[in-house]
């Protein structure tokens, strides 16, 4: 958690006095089912106090999935995006000018999902199969991997490429067998229609990040690090907080409460720290889909990782 030092230092910064360049006229931000400190974040309007006084407007933008968080920000759409570490590498390798800043949650966020009663039994059973994934997203990438692990490519099976919530609704409608699921839509399924994750490894979800435009944080360095103590802020209460977060989530996300309770008994917010840890995933993953032909075998992955991660700010936070 930062330290109360911290954040009265960086209370007393003007945005004039600091910033490389001139201030932008908004923050823009991105929120998402996925992250619950964003909803925190929004729901208790800290980033609108903090900037308040550098009458620096907050511009909320929801993200349906690391790919669209990723796409914003390639775009300039937005300034900081949630996304997983394995999907914000993969953007980095395909020249998306992004650094990971943050860590908002070590989830279990995804996991292959059949119906209830479903004959899918085994990751080898989706051979020849119609399965429903986010492409660019930690589903998509847990799905690589979990048919490399089978002997399988993503030519053995047929992807339905759609969003999170309507490969959900695919599974469910009987369109495809088995959908790379992601949270709160999984638990969701898992809760009202008996969903069976049948393939998980915790382990191989990526970590959860906020990335930020490198231009937007090399124009403005101080204004990074007043937007990360905040997050720190509210991931500190969350945590503090379990009873009121999760009412928070269930109004702000209009899921009933157990789904809610099951996206959270699989999420961590210990730890807002990025660095070795976050690193050694992300990389594994890499090479795990550079093993699968998804990534060029010629991308050097560590070296794209430790360009994609910048932990200056959080040791600044914690100095």
Request: charged fraction near 20%; hydrophobic fraction near 50%.
């Amino acid at each position: 958690m930062i330290t109360r030092r911290a954040l009265a230092a960086a209370a007393l910064v003007p945005l004039a006095a600091k910033a490389r360049a001139a201030a932008p006229a908004e923050l823009r931000i991105d929120w998402a089912t996925y992250n619950p400190v964003s909803l925190v974040l929004k729901q208790q309007g800290l980033l609108e106090a903090e900037f308040a006084r550098d009458n620096l407007a907050v511009r909320w933008v929801q993200s349906a999935g690391s790919n669209k968080a990723l796409e914003f920000l390639n775009a300039g759409s937005i300034d900081f995006g949630s996304s997983a570490g394995a999907a914000a590498l993969i953007a980095r390798v395909n020249g998306n000018p992004i650094r990971a800043v943050y860590v908002f949650s070590r989830p279990e966020w995804t996991a292959l999902v059949s119906q209830a009663g479903s004959a899918i039994q085994t990751v080898a059973d989706l051979k020849g199969q119609r399965v429903a994934v986010t492409r660019g997203t930690d589903p998509h990438i847990f799905l690589v991997r979990a048919l490399a692990g089978a002997g399988l490519g993503e030519k053995d099976i047929k992807l339905v490429l759609l969003q999170h919530a309507d490969g959900r609704t695919a599974l469910e409608r009987g369109d495809v067998v088995a959908w790379a699921g992601l949270d709160p839509m999984m638990a969701a399924a898992e809760i009202e229609t008996g969903a069976r994750l049948f393939y998980r490894r915790p382990e191989a979800n990526s970590w959860g990040v906020l990335n930020v435009r490198e231009a937007f944080a090399a124009e403005n360095p101080e204004i990074v690090l007043r937007v990360l103590i905040v997050y720190d802020r509210a991931r500190a209460w969350a945590v503090a907080h379990p009873q009121e977060l999760r009412a928070m989530l269930v109004g702000a996300m209009k899921l009933p409460d157990p789904v809610i309770a099951r996206q959270l008994e699989r999420t961590d917010l210990s730890d807002g720290r990025i660095g070795g840890a976050q690193a050694a995933t992300i990389i594994e993953a890499g090479r795990a889909l550079q093993a699968a032909g998804v990534l060029d075998a010629g991308v050097d992955v560590a070296a794209v990782t430790n360009a994609l991660i910048d932990p200056s700010y959080v040791a600044r936070l914690r100095a």
